[in-house]
C-alpha cells in the first residue's frame, strides 16, 4: 500500500516534478524538448551549438525549429523592457455585464484592436477578462479606458486596476529536466526613462508586433541597412529596452493548461518578497513572476498538464513566505486573445512630448 502524496521537494524540483510520464508532453519528442530548452530564451543559439550539445546531426536542429515554427508551436518573439521607456504596465481585471454577444465581442474588439493594449486574454474565475495596458499615468489610464468602454459605462460588471511593478519570465524547465536552466527575462524600471528616436521607435515597434525570423529580414521590413539596424539592437540591448529573442510556446497544442494564481501578503516584508521570487524561479512550473500594487501583491503563472498540481505550488509558496500570505486566488486561463510585446503606439488619450 503506498504512503501519502507528498509535494515534491524544492531540493531538486525540476526532476521531482518530471518524474510522473503523466505530466510529459505527449506533442513533442523527447528531442524536441530538449531542442527547445536549448533555445527558448535565445533564438539566435547557433544549431551547431545545440547539435553538439545533444550530438545530433546539425539538420535535425534546423528542421526540428522550423517544422516546430510551421506548425505555430513555436513562436519567435521579442522580449520588449517597455516600462524602460516609461511605461506604465497596468493589468485590467474585469467581468461583462449581461449582454448580446454580438454586444461582447464588440468590446473585445475593441480591446484587441486598441494600439494601446498589449494583451487581451480570457479566463475562468473571479474575473471573465484580463487586459494588459501599456500607458503614461493613471490620468492616461483612465482615459483609456473610456475610449475603450464608449458611452455604454455600465458594460463592466465588475473590476480591479492593479498596477505592476515588475514582470519576470522564465524558462519552462518542466520540459526538460535534464536541461532545465534558471534564466529569466524582465520587465521593470531601472533609472530614467529613455526617449527612442524614430528609427529606434520603428525597430522596437516592428520587434515587439511581428514573429521575428531573422536581422536581415526585419532589415529589409525596416528599409534599413544590416549595419545600422545590427549597431542599434547592441544599443537597445545595451540599456535594457531589448531583453532578448525568446520562442514563445504555444502550449494549447500540447494540452498544457495555464493558470494565473493570485497573491496576496500579509505586511511588507522585502524578505518574503524575496522568498517568493526565489520560489517561483525554482519551481518547474512556474514560468512567470508579476509583482504588484493594489487587490494583491503578485501573479504567478502556472503551466501543467495535471490542475491538481497548482495547489502544491500555492503550498509551497505558503511554506517559504512562513505563513505570510493572507489570500489566494485561482483563475484558469481560457484563450490569450491577442498578445504583443510593445503596443508602439499610446492612443489618443497619450500626453503629446
Known sequence: MSGPETTPSLQDPVSAYAKPSTYAPTSLTQRERDIFSLVEFNVETPAAVVARK???????????????VENEILRP????????????????YFSLSEQSKRGRERLITRFKEHPSVAYVGSVLGDFQYVAVLMCRDLNHFSTLITELTGSNDDVISDKQIVPRLSFTRFTRKYLSPRLASIQSMQLKADGEPIVLDETDTKIVWALGNRPYESLRELARFLALPLATLDRRIKKLREQGIIQGLFYDLNVDKLGVQSFRVLISIQGLSCSIR?????????????????????????????????????????EELHAQSGGKISSVRVLMELEDLMCRHYPGKLGSGAPRA
Open 54 to 68: 545533444l550530438k545530433i546531426p546539425v539538420a535535425s536542429v534546423h528542421y526540428t525549429l522550423r517544422r516546430l
Open 274 to 314: 524575496k522568498e517568493i521570487a526565489k520560489v517561483c524561479a525554482k519551481h518547474p512550473l512556474v514560468t512567470y513572476l508579476i509583482e504588484a500594487l493594489g487587490s494583491w501583491d503578485f501573479e504567478v503563472g502556472v503551466e501543467t498538464f495535471d490542475p491538481r498540481l497548482v495547489s502544491s505550488v500555492v
Open 77 to 92: 518573439r521579442c522580449f520588449i523592457n517597455s516600462i524602460r521607456l516609461g511605461l506604465m504596465d497596468i493589468g485590467f
